[in-house]
């Protein structure tokens, strides 16, 4: 059988489409029956591509014998990866054709000219991923809008900047309103992110549907989106070893700022400000000055790092919901036992919670019921045979069991 391998990361009109690829491979199978193998969106930096990976199945299963692309870029732009493909296509016996490149692999040159292109489809790669992120770099200076989430508080328009078309920040009225509410409330001597969480639930404010966290609190107040930003801002940034893009004169009490990491900052995040780029944003800010050094100087005086509230320690980890709100229970250790808590309550006190639970205790709940159930059915390698499965993944969708407590306070999930 032919395989006819065809990609197309981005569909542009300069690219060759997938159904061109697929017609111009047809003429190299001479009337053949063949079978088709295509990654749409994917790229060819690497070979995480389902059916890259269903052809390389099939040609260890003895299916396949010849692959045939319409280029070399489009099955592999890695050296590495290329290579471990050519030596896998060797020793399976599979001949491999580039339908425009006129490739023999059964001779010296044939490989030593396979070899070169592929070099220079890195090299093509790597080129564009530079000018991609120079690009990137270049625009972020210059106050252009680069994507990702619009902040609460705001909404996106277009714009035009130097003669470019691109998108900006405008404020949202009623959202305004709850961001200076937040600094306001944050800004008090001894509140805490949870202190204005619980406030903001009081005053039945939410946050686009959702109910408020900490998390996200903080995320507000560490933003100089929302700032009016002065010569105080522009003083603070550089203080902390901030690198600012635009000068001080234009820092008039008026635009908010954007905030980038630096190109050799490879850390997801940080709550230090050095090595940040500040750059003047196009949309005017909603918090003064002095009110959001306040809160920024707060939460840098704090240092606190809001913990991720995933159970652990407990083989219930993920399994172990809240039965009020659905939201996962965390286990947390006391000086004696282990709790079972809302993470819901715990981070936005949204919910009432399960009440006083001990982790072991519902452990050997669960555990009890385990067996009960594995005696009932005779054992898993009975349930196997009894049910006809080979794999034994098969069988976890059938043995799925939920356990209500009695005063539905938690609902229990597991496979086994």
Not at 78 to 98: C, H, P, Q, R, T
Not at 299 to 310: D, E, G, N
Not at 362 to 390: H, M, N, R, T, Y
Request: charge should be positive; hydrophobic fraction near 35%.
């Amino acid at each position: 059988m032919i395989a006819i391998y065809a990609r197309q990361s981005v569909d542009r009109a300069d690219s060759i489409s997938i159904e061109q690829q697929i017609e111009i491979c047809t003429y190299e199978t001479r009337g053949e029956p063949f079978r088709e193998y295509i990654d749409k969106g994917y790229s060819g930096k690497n070979t995480k591509r389902p059916q890259f990976a269903q052809m390389m199945s099939d040609i260890r299963e003895g299916f396949i014998r010849t692959v045939i692309v319409y280029k070399l870029d489009r099955i592999s732009r890695s050296i590495l990866d290329f290579s471990n493909m050519m030596a896998e296509f060797s020793k399976y016996g599979v001949k491999f054709i580039s339908a425009t490149e006129k490739f023999d692999t059964s001779s010296p040159m044939g490989n030593a000219m396979l070899n070169i292109c592929i070099v220079f489809a890195q090299l093509e790669r790597e080129t564009i991923q530079k000018r991609v992120a120079d690009s990137y770099y270049s625009r972020s200076r210059r106050s252009f809008y680069m994507g990702g989430p619009v902040p609460y508080g705001f909404r996106k328009v277009p714009t035009v900047i130097g003669g470019i078309h691109t998108s900006m920040y405008e404020p949202v009225p009623e959202e305004a309103e709850v961001v200076k509410l937040i600094y306001e409330l944050y800004s008090q001597p001894n509140t805490s992110y949870g202190d204005v969480a619980d406030r903001l639930a009081e005053l039945g404010v939410k946050k686009r549907g959702k109910t408020w966290e900490r998390a996200r609190i903080r995320d507000i107040l560490v933003n100089p989106i929302y700032v009016r930003a002065d010569l105080d801002i522009y003083s603070f940034f550089s203080d902390n070893g901030a690198e600012l893009i635009d000068p001080p004169a234009d820092f008039i009490g008026e635009n908010g700022c954007y905030s980038y990491k630096s190109r050799t900052d490879k850390r997801k995040k940080s709550v230090d400000i050095s090595g940040e780029q500040i750059v003047l944003a196009p949309n005017k800010g909603i918090v003064d000055s002095a009110t959001w050094l306040k809160c920024r100087r707060k939460c840098m005086a704090k240092r606190q790092v809001i913990p991720s509230q995933k159970a652990k320690n407990s083989w219930l980890c993920g399994k172990i919901k809240c039965g009020r709100c659905g939201y996962a229970l965390t286990v947390k250790q006391s000086a004696a036992r282990r709790y079972l808590l809302c993470s819901h309550r715990m981070n936005a006190k949204a919910c009432k919670g399960a009440g006083t639970l001990y982790a072991e205790e519902v452990e050997q709940l669960v555990l009890s019921e385990i067996k009960a159930k594995l005696a009932q059915l005779g054992g898993l390698p009975a349930i196997w045979e009894e049910l006809g499965f080979d794999d034994k993944r098969q069988v976890t969708d059938v043995l799925i069991r939920t356990i209500y407590a009695a005063d539905r306070r938690i609902v229990i999930q597991w496979r086994i």
